[in-house]
């Protein structure tokens, strides 16, 4: 092995190492000596490769009854559990080609729990199997199939998913429940038995019932449910088929992949229930010990509604203690489309001349990318910005378009094949391009749902063979190991030279952009505007109402969306000197997801998914 592939096979590893610690809750290191245990990178669900492909490169060298495979959900890696030790595994094995990817493999220094999934969870998460019968789940899930053909009053059809509500009604727009006005269907009596057999095991009295029915590959974006309308606990019983549910801790970014069994109780309370985000990735499969096809789900959600103020230990996640009014998901097709125009279709309009103006030179990756087409090759860039890769090669044609018209002038000006359009609804012939690529824009499309949208139509350009290269911001921002350097603020001058060293704390964020008029000087302040569209006073301070968390730090501040007021904050504000601030959305990926989104992208497969310079790259091929 060459220096070269050493040193990114070390690279690969530490990654790799950074999210075992971070599942296991312990340091997990490499091991000069051999050991039972031997991590396996590049060789992950994340990356393409499933049990069967690690397998056939094992098979000429261990017995099948001698080992065994554990897959973390949507991890670039697997681990390899032996009955005996076997030194010579590493050498046999390492830096062989699994279908696109190159296998690094090492020995670990500790044993690590094989159910590692089954035993990681949220403090305050229980989970009790087989509450009721199999013959009682099909009574249930026939009653509320045909529910919802015939109850459209109390009915709501979202994009993820179909729900009924019983008792009362969730509003999806506020996030509340009006108790003035109760439903005329209470909790039906099939559920007042599910809640005889589960009293043991819950504090609350429910009166409020929500049933979700979700379709293979649907899923319920992360959420912590409203402090001040619940009491609390919040119940679930799962019917049909198993699933995984996420939980992150918003405070420090872990994410807990969590198996909710069909039959089974959840019992949301303590710090699950009021700190932990929870919701299920959008996909038709779910990866544990192996690849799990998801069937038709039904969950029975029951909680208890209160008029009384919540007074948790969690004021960050707390309407009642910290936002003060009403909070407003981005749950309908409307509200993605009003927050896109508002915050990024609006914005790169305004700041279009000064946001070329910081773009000058092309990422290796995607320039890596380019250069790997053959010649005569018809490439379309889907958001394309002022068009730095328009003109890469001479070779190629590489046609671009943007929703931004300014942007497109520039690129025009530029002497650029250019059009306007917005990346959901693009106007070209399907199965024409020999390529595409999309550098930097989906992560400004608002939902999972529409986010596949524009993977779909991405593929649908392709001809089969065709190879799409998609490019997103990553929440780990400082996965790239060679450099030491800690995390630092966010950049507010419009350069952006800081990517890589943003703090995230939540996936759906608020990013500012100074725009500078020419000869001023961009303010210092780094202050957030509230809602009103005012600064924060000399100290530093943000009002509640805002929904910005103040940094005593210094750092920049990023307005967290997971929950979308109406209104949000000022599109623009200036500061002294006549610079003004601007608010672009972002969905910051974490790792694993896109390829997840890819995946569900009929007719393509996943080659590959990198990390550069804290962003997550995949390349998918048309079939």
């Known amino acids: 092995m060459s220096k070269k592939q050493a040193k990114k096979q070390l690279k690969n590893l530490q990654r790799c190492l950074k999210h075992l610690t971070a599942l296991v809750g312990h340091e997990c290191t490499i091991s000069k000596l051999p050991s039972k245990c031997v991590l396996l990178g590049n060789a992950g669900h994340a990356n393409g490769i499933g049990r069967a492909d690690v397998t056939s490169v094992l098979q000429p060298h261990l017995d099948k009854d001698s080992y065994k495979l554990y897959f973390p959900p949507d991890k670039q890696f697997s681990i390899l559990f032996t009955q005996n030790l076997c030194e010579f595994i590493v050498d046999k094995v390492n830096a062989i080609k699994i279908k696109d ?6 020995f670990l220094n500790e044993d690590i729990s094989f159910e590692i999934s089954k035993e990681m969870k949220p403090p305050g998460l229980i989970l009790i199997g087989d509450i009721i019968s199999e013959e009682f ?4 899930m026939e009653t509320f199939l045909e529910h919802s053909k015939n109850r459209a009053s109390t009915q709501d059809e979202l994009k993820n998913r179909v729900t009924l509500h019983y008792g009362y009604k969730f509003d999806y727009k506020t996030n509340l429940v009006d108790l003035t006005a109760p439903l005329e269907h209470p909790i ?27 379709q293979p590959g649907q899923g319920i974006p992360k959420h912590v449910d409203t402090h001040s309308i619940f009491t609390s606990e919040i119940l679930s019983v799962s019917l049909g088929s198993d699933v995984v549910m996420d939980f992150k801790n918003p405070t420090s970014g872990k994410v807990l992949p969590v198996l909710l069994q069909r039959r089974s109780l959840t019992v949301m309370s303590g710090e699950s229930r009021y700190l932990w985000h929870h919701g299920i990735t959008p996909r038709k499969t779910d990866a544990l010990q192996d690849v799990v096809e998801r069937q038709l789900r039904i969950s029975l959600t029951l909680r208890e509604c209160t008029p009384d103020p919540c007074t948790c230990n969690y004021p960050s996640q707390c309407d009642s203690q910290n936002y003060g009014k009403p909070r407003y998901c981005v749950e309908e097709e409307g509200d993605a489309a009003r927050l896109e125009e508002q915050y990024v279709s609006a914005v790169y309009e305004e700041i279009a001349d000064h946001f070329s103006s910081t773009r000058h030179s092309p990422w290796p990756g995607v320039v890596k990318f380019l250069n790997s087409l053959p010649t005569q090759s018809l490439v379309v860039d889907v958001g394309c910005g002022n068009g730095k890769y328009l003109g890469v090669r001479g070779d190629i044609t590489v046609i671009g378009n943007d929703n931004s018209y300014n942007l497109c002038s520039i690129c025009q000006d530029r002497g650029h094949e250019v059009f306007a359009c ?24 608002t939902t999972t749902q529409r986010r596949i949208t524009v993977l779909e139509n991405l593929a649908g350009l392709l001809l089969p063979g065709g190879l ?20 630092k603020p966010c950049p507010t001058d419009g350069t952006e030279e800081g990517v890589g060293r943003r703090h995230f704390n939540s996936q759906d964020v608020f ?31 943000v009002p509640d109402k805002s929904g910005t968390v103040p940094d005593k730090s210094g750092k920049v501040v990023l307005q967290v969306l ?17 610079t003004k601030l601007y608010y672009r959305y972002y969905h910051v990926f974490v790792e694993g997801e896109l390829a997840g989104l890819i995946r ?18 995949a390349v998918f091929r048309k079939l």
């Not at 990817?101 to 090492?106: E, F, M």
């Not at 789940?137 to 249930?140: I, M, P, R, V, Y």
């Not at 100074?514 to 961009?522: A, F, I």
């Not at 569900?600 to 790259?617: D, F, I, M, R, S």
């Open 468 to 487: 799409g290269l998609v490019t997103v911001w990553a929440q780990e921002q400082h996965l790239d190991l060679e450099s030491t350097e800690s995390c």
């Open 511 to 541: 990013v500012d952009w100074q725009h500078k008029k020419p000869g001023t000087v961009p303010g210092k302040s780094g202050t957030v505007p509230d809602k009103s569209g005012t600064v924060p006073d000399k100290s530093g301070t």
């Open 188 to 214: 039906p009596a099939s559920v007042r038995k599910v809640l005889d057999i589960i009293q043991p095991h819950i504090s609350i009295t429910p009166n409020q019932l929500t049933v979700n029915i979700y």
């Open 101 to 106: 990817n190159i296998l690094y493999c090492a």
């Open 137 to 140: 789940e099909n009574e249930l």
């Open 600 to 617: 569900q992208v009929p007719g393509v497969e996943l080659v590959q998914v990198t990390y550069e310079k804290a962003n997550w790259c």
């Open 422 to 445: 917005n990346a959901l609804n693009i106007p070209l012939r399907a199965g024409t391009c020999d390529s595409v690529i999309c550098i930097a824009m989906l992560h400004h499309i």
């Open 562 to 578: 997971s929950c979308v007021c109406r209104g949000g904050v000022s599109g623009a504000v200036p500061d002294k000197s006549g």
